[in-house]
């Protein structure tokens, strides 16, 4: 089945710096991506729609800048929290659709990153 | 923004029991998804329900939808320990495949 993975699984950083995450899918060609982020024993709210090789898609509320998203190939996705505050601490989930399964309109989940920021 | 709301916000069953969990949504949908994420982990894909759709088997599973009431319902039958995780519908309303999330339904199935 469709794989995607993570890195990393968590961090911790200092405020004030920023933090890289990674979204590969495994096993297949995405061209569309997905960024979410969860609260503890919260629902998980889209961010922004990552499209390879064009600017990614924000949710209403989402700050572009802070949270920079690159799709440069087909099978990786970055998430960068810029100058991240303790409020950016959370968990944060991508998702990516298999092309060639499009109109399943299943989306498989990597396994999370944990952003801890002090 | 989060279109769905799930119902109980919590469940406690013991195994072998069934477990019903209730969704609904706002606006018109293409389809409706139910997505299981085990402690802080990622999701899995469990069931699509399409808007033209009324009920929907898979396995133990059973998802049933309303579109005139915007809600669906998930059914989990003879639940087991290993159910024990969090149940998230999903809907999307466009061909862009946007997933947009209910708060869940934390499931809890006692040995």
């Known amino acids: 089945g469709a794989v995607v993975s993570q890195h990393p699984s968590w961090v911790i950083c200092k405020s004030g710096t920023s933090v890289k995450i990674e979204c590969r899918s495994l096993?297949?060609?995405?061209?569309?991506m997905f960024w979410y982020r969860q609260f503890p024993k919260q629902s998980l709210m889209l961010m922004a729609t990552?499209?390879?090789?064009?600017?990614?898609?924000?949710e209403q509320g989402v700050e572009k800048d802070k949270f920079l998203i690159n799709h440069a190939s087909l099978t990786l996705s970055t998430l960068t929290v810029t100058s991240a505050h303790p409020e950016d601490s959370s968990f944060y989930i991508c998702?990516?659709?298999?092309?060639?399964?499009?109109?399943?309109?299943?989306?498989?989940f990597g396994p999370g990153t944990r952003l801890t920021v002090t | 923004s989060q279109q769905g709301e799930e119902d109980p916000q919590a469940l406690s069953i013991q195994e072998g029991e069934n477990a019903t969990m209730n969704c609904s949504y706002k606006?018109?949908?293409?389809?409706l998804q139910w997505y299981r994420q085990n402690s802080g982990r990622g999701l899995v894909h469990l069931i699509l329900?399409?808007?033209?759709?009324r009920e929907k088997h898979s396995g133990r599973l059973r998802v049933t939808l309303d579109t005139s009431k915007k809600s669906s319902s998930l059914l989990i039958t003879a639940s087991r320990a290993a159910d024990t995780a969090s149940y998230f519908c999903?809907?999307?309303?466009?061909?862009?495949?946007?997933?947009?999330f209910g708060r869940g339904t934390q499931l809890t199935v006692w040995p």
């Open positions: 998702s990516a659709r298999d092309p060639l399964r499009v109109g399943t309109y299943e989306q498989y």
């Open positions: 096993d297949f060609q995405a061209t569309t």
């Open positions: 990552s499209n390879e090789g064009s600017k990614a898609t924000y």
């Open positions: 606006t018109s949908i293409n389809n």
């Open positions: 329900i399409r808007s033209n759709e």
């Open positions: 999903a809907t999307v309303v466009s061909t862009l495949g946007r997933l947009y």
